[in-house]
């Protein structure tokens, strides 16, 4: 290493191509409220099922291996009920949070305006 600030910026390198990686990074705030929403729903219809549809843990080509994987999934289904339920809440909550963001962007746009307007 040349100097102290190489790993700084290394780090650095590595967060900005990171974000422009991921798909939230790309989507606009109103997108990622609508795909926050879809996910509380999803979330909470999955609640309400014994078994939610295309569960991936529970296909198997074997007939016996899948009854056996449904068995055990059903058995230990009410301790994990509890989990979909405070994951959808949180997914609301979340959506919830989004909304307040847009609107407190638009709160600032108006303000900046208004301050240009006075200067």
């Known amino acids: 290493m040349t100097s102290e600030n190489d790993p700084r910026e290394a780090l650095e390198r590595e967060v900005y191509w990171a974000e422009t ?34 569960e991936p843990n529970i296909a198997s080509p074997s007939r016996v291996r899948r009854k056996a994987k449904m068995f055990q999934f059903r058995l230990f289904r009410p301790i994990r009920r509890r989990n979909d339920r405070l994951t959808a809440e949180l997914a609301e909550l979340t959506a919830v949070l989004a909304d307040r963001v847009i609107g407190l962007e638009a709160e600032v746009r108006r303000l900046k305006a208004e301050l240009e307007d006075r200067s």
Request: glycine content about 2%; proline content about 6%; charged content about 30%.
């Open 21 to 54: 990686a991921t798909p939230a990074s790309r989507a606009n705030r109103s997108e990622i409220r609508d795909l926050l929403h879809d996910f509380a729903m999803q979330v909470r219809a999955d609640e309400r099922q014994a078994v939610p549809l295309g």
